[in-house]
């Protein structure tokens, strides 16, 4: 006999995905009326993109368990890609961002593919100096196309993202992240984490299957990218470098590595403790601010020392939870 | 032209030196504990300004003095970070580390800041600095040469520590296998103090040398750190050989790639070419393949 | 976990509520005060937190007919592009400011001009010499004179009067603003008939720059240009003479700070730059600013503290000139500036936001920063 499921569904990933969508849209058009503060809903939509980019990652260094340390080098792909289409091309207003964005998810996924085919070749953490490698190549390499601006950046891209079109990317990422890491990619990446050889053994092609995380993270990392270009309308290339990855690493392991949840927990409290320190030690005396550089990292110790496996180690939020069949009693 | 690639060699020596004694805390700590202690490069930091520090408020203070104090306080500190930070955590998933090391750098980087101010300084000149030059027109100043020598000896130094003593063949069981090591009666606690206390003494010598050739800042070990660590992983990550051999391919490779190459790409080709050494040495330049054991 | 997320909250809408408070003219600062270029936040901050003495001192700024305080927000945007456009955000929505002044870099003001742009509220930066801050905007403005101007000046002075026929530049591939001035400057130079026989790069924190500059003494120029910032250029200049290099010397805005000399000692006799104002020129202005920044912080005025301060006195008498704390009339103000007598020099805003500014050669003598001509 099967448990009756008695606890609220109404949680479900479904569920989850419209409040979100409705709330953002309310939080714009008030927004538009001025009638919520814009600076919440900036930092609203830069957790938007950093959940994006904090759940990519989720799978390599998750879900498979690596070391990557390159991702910021995709997401400056996907920026200055999408931010050329919009710049160059004649579009339609409408067609600008769908189409830019795509462009960015394609040109970073690609570069993703051939850095990973590199990168596999390697293990542990000569994969974190490839990776690393990679995302110093990438930035240098911008910083010597003048067509780009170069070191001076790029400037101009039109306003596209907006809170609506970053909850929406984050809701398709999710449900795409979610839905692989429940199917038997999933299950073929986990059993690469826990034992590569047992893995090659069952017929699993490690190789293939890793790179394959790896593409599919690095066009996420591209979709945040022309999110964040063609937000900030401007670019340069120091955004990308290891100090960008360093902060992605820093809210994927604070909110728990091999958690969908994690990584918005993450992304969130990390956010929110850096703006509330600017606010509230502000508020007590200007020279306080100074200190928020200071009590932060220490905040993030004192976190890690008490919660080793992050915020949410590496359990998931009721509606992230893969859905189980219920076995009737018919099977003999 | 002759004279111009000596030049550019030791170019390349000096650079390498300043690497290694940073690469060198990265990979001993690395080796017992399984730990990227991305704080390394901010203890670098530290200990230049704890030198130059020494060298502000003590004025007449001897270099001979003012160069193991500096080693010693540094130690101290990096022993205490291991103490509050990571021994906790020792058992705990790798990457948590990783984080906690970053925090504890951050930290510093900002402590300093704080404490000294964010501009940039020189450690007084103590070491005699003379430019001496030679028939062929290389031109060399008497601190590199102290600096690539000193260093060496360091080095030397070490090596035979950790291949000498009891302590450092303790450490390099530790290395191999930490919790056996305990079986034998041996204090784990004790031989990873030791271990970071020495990374970090090395450090602080290459900080007092670097704000001597050059200058320090409190974010300078950002960089550095990062260079060093892929220096020490490009040696084969665990190697205290290694990391030498891999500090002073590195700064070879950058110096190269600016003489003779260009300099815009420096970065971009110095790894480049990094990439394929380790495509063609997959675990560094003296790293041994772990053996797995299904 | 639901309880983690009451408490934070609950701070931050505390924190939220008492910010929108505050009486009395609101402006925001972005500095940079933590960060690679942290010592140009401290004087940014200095410099505004002088200015906030002398203002209130006097009982305020005249708005309309009544005398109000001003109250300075100084955030740190950390020199990254992001946290630029957060602290912009939370200035205008949050604190509710009337103008901001900010930021330093080039790469922050980017990031910020949008959003002051789109709000409408009036932004001058002090230091930003990229010339892309205030392409297009209205309501964008920079005290300084922009990258291409300097390197002309600069180029202009090499050929002129160092008379140099040939010259290389050793500039930060990474930062917008050596690569910008290096540009120019390479153009200018050729232009006026001289040749650039190196053009080398290094990255922003490299301390050893031996191969370069080897590379640049087998070619012999007959004067380096350094477009680079004050912490590099000591080290760059020392290790070429090290390296038994005698040409002559030649940089940019960039030196301006007396941690130059600091570090460089004997090495920098005899090097010239271009600024934006010399402070042994017979101006009264900039004298009693100087004396009253030493006297207060003990510590010597640099351009960013310079360029701050008469930032912030534009600002106060396009305000006063408005006689309403309204961003729009403050920004029509700003434009209409004529003349406006600064620290730095003269300001004269024509229809865009960079303004009409001179610069000038420093000589740098017996440890001291000289005047040695002018430059319209």
Same mark, same amino acid.
């Given at each position: 006999?099967?448990?009756?499921?008695?606890?609220?569904?109404?949680?479900?990933?479904?569920?989850?995905?419209?409040?979100?969508?409705?709330?953002?849209?309310?939080?714009?058009?008030?927004?538009?009326?001025?009638?919520?503060?814009?600076?919440?809903?900036?930092?609203?939509?830069?957790?938007?993109?950093?959940?994006?980019?904090?759940?990519?990652?989720?799978?390599?260094?998750?879900?498979?368990?690596?070391?990557?340390?390159?991702?910021?080098?995709?997401?400056?792909?996907?920026?200055?890609?999408?931010?050329?289409?919009?710049?160059?091309?004649?579009?339609?207003?409408?067609?600008?961002?769908?189409?830019?964005?795509?462009?960015?998810?394609?040109?970073?996924?690609?570069?993703?593919?051939?850095?990973?085919?590199?990168?596999?070749?390697?293990?542990?953490?000569?994969?974190?100096?490839?990776?690393?490698?990679?995302?110093?190549?990438?930035?240098?390499?911008?910083?010597?196309?003048?067509?780009?601006?170069?070191?001076?950046?790029?400037?101009?891209?039109?306003?596209?993202?907006?809170?609506?079109?970053?909850?929406?990317?984050?809701?398709?990422?999710?449900?795409?992240?979610?839905?692989?890491?429940?199917?038997?990619?999933?299950?073929?990446?986990?059993?690469?984490?826990?034992?590569?050889?047992?893995?090659?053994?069952?017929?699993?092609?490690?190789?293939?299957?890793?790179?394959?995380?790896?593409?599919?993270?690095?066009?996420?990392?591209?979709?945040?990218?022309?999110?964040?270009?063609?937000?900030?309308?401007?670019?340069?290339?120091?955004?990308?470098?290891?100090?960008?990855?360093?902060?992605?690493?820093?809210?994927?392991?604070?909110?728990?590595?091999?958690?969908?949840?994690?990584?918005?927990?993450?992304?969130?409290?990390?956010?929110?403790?850096?703006?509330?320190?600017?606010?509230?030690?502000?508020?007590?005396?200007?020279?306080?601010?100074?200190?928020?550089?200071?009590?932060?990292?220490?905040?993030?110790?004192?976190?890690?020392?008490?919660?080793?496996?992050?915020?949410?180690?590496?359990?998931?939020?009721?509606?992230?939870?893969?859905?189980?069949?219920?076995?009737?009693?018919?099977?003999? | 032209?002759?004279?111009?690639?000596?030049?550019? =060699?030791?170019?390349?020596?000096?650079?390498?030196?300043?690497?290694?004694?940073?690469?060198?805390?990265?990979?001993?700590?690395?080796?017992?504990?399984?730990?990227?202690?991305?704080?390394?490069?901010?203890?670098?930091?530290?200990?230049?300004?704890?030198?130059?520090?020494?060298?502000?408020?003590?004025?007449?203070?001897?270099?001979?003095?003012?160069?193991?104090?500096?080693?010693?306080?540094?130690?101290?500190?990096?022993?205490?970070?291991?103490?509050?930070?990571?021994?906790?955590?020792?058992?705990?998933?790798?990457?948590?580390?990783?984080?906690?090391?970053?925090?504890?750098?951050?930290?510093?980087?900002?402590?300093?800041?704080?404490?000294?101010?964010?501009?940039?300084?020189?450690?007084?000149?103590?070491?005699?600095?003379?430019?001496?030059?030679?028939?062929?027109?290389?031109?060399?100043?008497?601190?590199?040469?102290?600096?690539?020598?000193?260093?060496?000896?360091?080095?030397?130094? =070490?090596?035979?520590?950790?291949?000498?003593?009891?302590?450092?063949?303790?450490?390099?069981?530790?290395?191999?296998?930490?919790?056996?090591?305990?079986?034998?009666?041996?204090?784990?606690?004790?031989?990873?103090?030791?271990?970071?206390?020495?990374?970090?003494?090395?450090?602080?010598?290459?900080?007092?040398?670097?704000?001597?050739?050059?200058?320090?800042?409190?974010?300078?070990?950002?960089? =550095?750190?990062?260079?060093?660590?892929?220096?020490?992983?490009?040696?084969?990550?665990?190697?205290?050989?290694?990391?030498?051999?891999?500090?002073?391919?590195?700064?070879?490779?950058?110096?190269?790639?600016?003489?003779?190459?260009?300099?815009?790409?420096?970065?971009?080709?110095?790894?480049?070419?990094?990439?394929?050494?380790? =495509?063609?040495?997959?675990?560094?330049?003296?790293?041994?393949?772990?053996?797995?054991?299904? | 976990?639901?309880?983690?997320?009451?408490?934070?909250?609950?701070?931050?809408?505390?924190?939220?509520?008492?910010?929108?408070?505050?009486?009395?003219?609101?402006?925001?600062?972005?500095?940079?005060?933590?960060?690679?270029?942290?010592?140009?936040?401290?004087?940014?901050?200095?410099?505004?937190?002088?200015?906030?003495?002398?203002?209130?001192?006097?009982?305020?700024?005249?708005?309309?007919?009544?005398?109000?305080?001003?109250?300075?927000?100084?955030?740190?945007?950390?020199?990254?592009?992001?946290?630029?456009?957060?602290?912009?955000?939370?200035?205008?929505?949050?604190?509710?400011?009337?103008?901001?002044?900010?930021?330093?870099?080039?790469?922050?003001? +980017?990031?910020?001009?949008?959003?002051?742009?789109?709000?409408?509220?009036?932004?001058?930066?002090?230091?930003?010499?990229?010339? +892309?801050?205030?392409?297009?905007?209205?309501?964008?403005?920079?005290?300084?004179?922009?990258?291409?101007?300097?390197?002309?000046?600069?180029?202009?002075?090499?050929?002129?009067?160092?008379?140099?026929?040939?010259?290389?530049?050793?500039?930060?591939?990474?930062?917008?603003?050596?690569?910008?001035?290096?540009?120019?400057?390479?153009?200018?130079?050729?232009?006026?008939?001289?040749?650039?026989?190196?053009?080398?790069?290094?990255?922003?924190?490299?301390?050893?720059?031996?191969?370069?500059?080897?590379?640049?003494?087998?070619?012999?120029?007959?004067?380096?240009?350094?477009?680079?910032?004050?912490?590099?250029?000591?080290?760059?200049?020392?290790?070429?003479?090290?390296?038994?290099?005698?040409?002559?010397?030649?940089?940019?805005?960039?030196?301006? +700070?007396?941690?130059?000399?600091?570090?460089?000692?004997?090495?920098?006799?005899?090097?010239?730059?271009?600024?934006?104002?010399?402070?042994?020129?017979?101006?009264?202005?900039?004298?009693?600013?100087?004396?009253?920044?030493?006297?207060?912080? +003990?510590?010597?005025?640099?351009?960013?503290?310079?360029?701050?301060?008469?930032?912030?006195?534009?600002?106060?008498?396009?305000?006063?000139?408005?006689?309403?704390?309204?961003?729009?009339?403050?920004?029509?103000?700003?434009?209409?500036?004529?003349?406006?007598?600064?620290?730095?020099?003269?300001?004269?805003?024509?229809?865009?936001?960079?303004?009409?500014?001179?610069?000038?050669?420093?000589?740098?003598?017996?440890?001291?920063?000289?005047?040695?001509?002018?430059?319209?």
């Amino acid at each position: 006999m099967n448990m009756g499921e008695k606890t609220s569904t109404l949680i479900t990933f479904r569920n989850v995905a419209l409040g979100t969508l409705i709330t953002a849209a309310l939080l714009q058009y008030l927004g538009s009326l001025d009638l919520f503060n814009h600076y919440y809903l900036h930092i609203l939509t830069i957790i938007g993109m950093n959940i994006i980019l904090v759940a990519s990652l989720n799978l390599v260094n998750g879900y498979l368990g690596e070391f990557a340390l390159g991702h910021a080098g995709f997401m400056a792909v996907g920026a200055y890609t999408a931010a050329l289409i919009t710049l160059k091309l004649p579009l339609p207003a409408l067609l600008r961002l769908p189409l830019s964005l795509a462009g960015g998810v394609i040109a970073a996924g690609v570069i993703g593919y051939l850095v990973g085919l590199v990168t596999f070749k390697t293990v542990g953490d000569y994969l974190a100096i490839v990776t690393l490698g990679f995302n110093m190549i990438i930035v240098n390499a911008i910083q010597n196309i003048d067509y780009v601006g170069g070191p001076r950046g790029l400037t101009g891209i039109p306003k596209e993202t907006s809170l609506v079109t970053v909850a929406l990317c984050v809701v398709l990422t999710y449900w795409i992240l979610s839905n692989l890491v429940d199917s038997i990619y999933g299950r073929m990446w986990l059993s690469i984490r826990e034992n590569a050889i047992a893995a090659e053994l069952i017929g699993i092609n490690v190789n293939r299957i890793k790179n394959l995380a790896f593409t599919i993270a690095a066009a996420f990392a591209g979709l945040a990218g022309g999110l964040y270009a063609e937000y900030q309308q401007f670019i340069t290339p120091k955004s990308f470098d290891y100090l960008r990855t360093t902060d992605i690493l820093v809210m994927l392991y604070l909110g728990g590595m091999g958690s969908l949840s994690g990584s918005i927990l993450g992304v969130v409290v990390y956010t929110l403790l850096m703006e509330i320190l600017r606010n509230v030690l502000g508020m007590i005396a200007p020279q306080l601010a100074d200190l928020r550089m200071l009590i932060s990292p220490l905040i993030l110790v004192i976190i890690m020392l008490t919660r080793q496996y992050g915020l949410m180690g590496n359990r998931e939020w009721r509606w992230l939870q893969p859905k189980r069949k219920e076995v009737g009693g018919g099977d003999a | 032209m002759l004279a111009t690639v000596i030049q550019q =060699l030791l170019n390349a020596a000096q650079l390498g030196a300043v690497y290694a004694l940073i690469a060198l805390g990265y990979t001993m700590v690395y080796g017992t504990i399984r730990l990227i202690n991305f704080a390394h490069g901010d203890i670098f930091m530290l200990g230049g300004f704890i030198g130059f520090l020494l060298v502000t408020l003590i004025p007449g203070l001897p270099v001979f003095v003012m160069i193991p104090a500096a080693m010693l306080l540094t130690a101290l500190v990096g022993v205490l970070i291991e103490r509050v930070a990571y021994r906790k955590l020792r058992n705990a998933q790798r990457m948590s580390l990783v984080i906690t090391a970053l925090g504890v750098g951050i930290f510093l980087e900002n402590l300093v800041r704080l404490i000294v101010g964010p501009q940039a300084r020189q450690i007084p000149a103590q070491l005699p600095n003379k430019a001496l030059k030679f028939a062929n027109g290389v031109v060399i100043t008497e601190d590199k040469i102290l600096i690539i020598v000193i260093s060496l000896l360091l080095m030397v130094i =070490l090596w035979l520590f950790v291949n000498k003593t009891l302590i450092g063949t303790a450490m390099r069981a530790v290395a191999d296998n930490k919790d056996a090591v305990q079986l034998m009666g041996v204090n784990l606690n004790l031989v990873i103090s030791t271990t970071f206390a020495v990374g970090s003494a090395l450090a602080a010598a290459g900080g007092i040398f670097f704000g001597q050739a050059y200058s320090i800042d409190p974010y300078m070990g950002i960089d =550095l750190g990062w260079k060093a660590f892929i220096a020490a992983v490009i040696g084969g990550i665990g190697s205290i050989e290694g990391a030498v051999l891999g500090s002073f391919l590195l700064a070879g490779v950058e110096v190269l790639t600016v003489a003779y190459l260009s300099s815009n790409l420096k970065n971009g080709i110095a790894f480049g070419l990094l990439i394929v050494l380790l =495509l063609i040495r997959p675990n560094g330049i003296m790293g041994r393949a772990e053996l797995k054991k299904v | 976990m639901r309880r983690s997320v009451w408490l934070p909250a609950a701070l931050f809408a505390l924190a939220c509520l008492s910010a929108c408070s505050e009486k009395g003219v609101k402006i925001g600062v972005s500095a940079p005060l933590s960060g690679d270029i942290a010592a140009l936040g401290q004087s940014t901050r200095n410099a505004v937190l002088l200015a906030q003495e002398e203002i209130n001192a006097k009982g305020g700024i005249k708005v309309g007919g009544a005398m109000q305080k001003v109250t300075f927000i100084v955030e740190d945007d950390e020199n990254k592009p992001e946290a630029a456009a957060t602290v912009f955000q939370k200035l205008i929505s949050q604190d509710k400011v009337v103008a901001i002044i900010g930021s330093q870099s080039s790469k922050c003001s +980017n990031a910020g001009a949008p959003i002051a742009e789109a709000a409408g509220i009036p932004q001058i930066s002090p230091w930003s010499t990229n010339p +892309n801050v205030t392409a297009g905007k209205h309501f964008v403005f920079r005290a300084c004179f922009i990258d291409p101007f300097q390197g002309k000046a600069v180029a202009g002075f090499a050929r002129g009067k160092m008379k140099a026929a040939t010259a290389a530049v050793l500039y930060d591939v990474a930062s917008d603003y050596n690569k910008g001035i290096a540009e120019v400057f390479r153009d200018e130079f050729t232009k006026g008939g001289g040749k650039i026989v190196n053009f080398e790069t290094y990255n922003t924190n490299d301390k050893d720059f031996s191969a370069q500059l080897s590379k640049i003494k087998g070619s012999t120029p007959d004067v380096l240009f350094l477009p680079n910032y004050f912490n590099d250029v000591p080290l760059q200049i020392q290790q070429a003479r090290k390296l038994g290099m005698t040409c002559k010397v030649i940089g940019s805005d960039g030196w301006d +700070n007396q941690e130059l000399i600091k570090m460089g000692g004997k090495d920098m006799e005899g090097t010239y730059f271009t600024n934006h104002y010399s402070p042994d020129v017979d101006r009264p202005a900039s004298k009693a600013f100087i004396a009253k920044y030493t006297k207060k912080y +003990n510590t010597q005025v640099d351009a960013a503290a310079a360029l701050t301060y008469d930032s912030v006195y534009l600002l106060v008498q396009a305000i006063e000139k408005a006689g309403k704390a309204d961003p729009k009339a403050i920004r029509d103000a700003i434009a209409s500036t004529k003349n406006f007598d600064g620290v730095t020099g003269a300001i004269t805003f024509n229809g865009s936001g960079d303004p009409v500014k001179g610069a000038v050669i420093i000589r740098i003598e017996n440890g001291k920063f000289v005047f040695d001509s002018a430059v319209n």
